[in-house]
């Protein structure tokens, strides 16, 4: 448990990646901005959503540059026991967390795994994207999680889906995946601040190894996808170890690229040397975010192209 | 307020590849939803129709399904149709997706009688409409699906 006193201390580490480091973490003692995308599939008009809302007190303005996403007043109003939610309207969530499905651009008709897919954000996000016509695959290895998925799929009134329940590091081959999404599990550095304490995976499950489990899942994500495919590595934590270092992994065992991609939201490039060792050039085209910056979670997102 | 139940189907580790309806089956169960609620076959256009023992589902036509039936599904598309003895009963989950686009049996219900029809399942009711399933409807919002019979209505909403 790592208690608001204690987070300069902890984010020390990354005082020179993180830009504005003090503002930052002023910026940790406010709390998560409230957000919802709504969902077209099951209702084409935002007016009935947001009159609906606004009945109830709440205040819904949409956010710039990102469609379907409004942001919430008061921030603490419980969405989750509305009728909007509850008839699979709206969906809550942070706008950081759509961003690796912006890299990933989702087209009616390609196939795409989602290897790390639970509870389905960014599932159903896809899902939306591609008009429900994309061929999806959502994956998790466990099932609690995949359930929760399982129930977000039908809240939504997606049919583009198939869920499965596969290690991702033994996800079978045999399917032409146009692109694969590996939103990794991370340390979850990127959520940290006031109200969210103690949520950090590293402090929680010391023995993990999590950028080994991310290397694996990214090795096999790219293995999976075509030739000229597209993969999308993405994390909500600061740790470079967990993201410039794990793609840096990939880009030396595979004919790899990392393209550039433009987002709706502040950002600054990955990183190309950390801790005295330097990285692949190309990874400067990945992208991080910061919370201060975009009012949301802290991400770090790589659209990867495979070469071979 | 929606109540808070669990109601999420038990996924199982052995799921099986729903198998695919021939043009017939398919034909009939959108000829279904075209006759009782006038929402034309072309509204499904792109989706291809799986089927389970009695239940259908609705999933994205692919070029190729082969490659994706080597795959240890849990679930497989959304859950639209079922058969029920021998009639076919849509699946509230599909009319809140497609509902919108219906014509003729739907049932528009105060958010009062909705709320009661929800707590006591079936309530005295008088409609112009066919008997048989309908959508039920409240202030815009399609919840799903009912049936009215003999001047009442039973609520099929989960
Ligand atoms: C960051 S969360 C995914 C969030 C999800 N993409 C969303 O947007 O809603 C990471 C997920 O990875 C799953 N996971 C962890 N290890 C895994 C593995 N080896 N293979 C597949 N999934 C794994 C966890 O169960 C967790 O649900």
């Known amino acids: 448990m790592l208690k608001l006193s204690e987070a300069p201390a902890y984010f020390e580490r990354y005082r020179d990646i993180i830009p504005d480091f003090e503002r930052f973490l002023e910026h940790l003692k406010e709390p998560l901005p409230l957000y919802f995308r709504l969902n077209e599939l099951k209702c084409p008009d935002p007016e009935i959503v947001l009159k609906g809302l606004a009945r109830q007190g709440v205040k819904a303005e949409l956010v710039s540059g990102l469609p379907r996403f409004y942001r919430v007043e008061p921030r603490d109003f419980p969405l989750g026991s509305t009728e909007e939610y509850y008839l699979g309207y709206i969906y809550p969530m942070t706008t950081s967390s759509a961003l690796p499905v912006i890299a990933l651009e989702p087209r009616p ?51 583009s889906v198939a869920t499965t329940l596969y290690r991702g590091e033994t996800f079978p081959f045999g399917i032409p995946f146009d692109k694969v999404l590996v939103d990794a599990p991370c340390s979850g550095e990127g959520r940290y601040r006031q ?20 290397k694996g899942l990214l090795v096999r994500a790219f293995d999976l996808v075509k030739v000229g ?55 400067a085209n990945a992208r991080r975010f910061y919370p201060h910056e975009t009012q949301s979670v802290g991400f770090f997102v790589a659209k990867i192209k495979r070469l071979m | 307020m ?35 609620f006038g929402i034309p076959k072309e509204a499904f256009e792109g989706y291809l129709l799986l089927s389970t023992s ?66 006591e399942r079936k309530i005295p009711f008088s409609a112009e409409v066919e008997e048989g399933y309908v959508i039920l409807r409240c202030e815009g919002k399609v919840w799903g699906c009912g049936l009215y019979v003999k001047k009442s209505l039973i609520s099929f909403l989960p």
């Open chain 2, 54 to 119: 009695k239940n259908y589902w609705l999933f994205v036509e692919l070029p190729d399904i082969k490659p994706l039936q080597g795959l240890k599904v849990q679930t497989v598309g959304l859950l639209f149709t079922r058969r029920v003895s021998h009639w076919l009963k849509p699946t509230s989950t599909a009319l809140q997706r497609f509902g919108h686009l219906a014509q003729k049996n739907i049932i528009d219900l105060s958010p009062a009688e909705l709320d009661r029809l929800r707590r």
């Open chain 1, 229 to 283: 495919g597209i993969v999308v590595y993405s994390t909500c934590t600061f740790n470079p170890e967990e993201n410039e270092l794990v793609v840096d992994y990939l880009l030396r065992k595979r004919q790899a690229e990392i393209l550039l991609c433009e987002y709706p939201l502040p950002c600054h490039p990955g990183i190309t040397e950390w801790e005295g060792k330097i990285l692949h050039p190309g990874l």
């Open chain 2, 2 to 36: 929606p109540r808070k139940k669990k109601r999420v189907k038990k996924i199982h580790k052995e799921a099986k590849w729903p198998r695919v309806t021939s043009f017939e089956e398919r034909d009939e169960v959108l000829s279904f939803w075209e006759e009782r």
């Open chain 1, 109 to 159: 008709g390609e196939y795409i795994l989602d290897l790390c897919a639970a509870p389905g954000s960014k599932t159903t996000q896809m899902a939306q994207a591609s008009q429900d016509k994309a061929v999806i695959v959502a994956n998790d290895r466990r099932l609690d999680r995949l359930t929760a998925l399982v129930a977000n799929l039908k809240r939504l009134g997606v049919a």
């Open chain 1, 195 to 214: 109200g969210y304490e103690g949520e950090l995976l590293y402090q929680k499950e010391g023995h993990t190894n999590l950028p080994a489990i991310q």
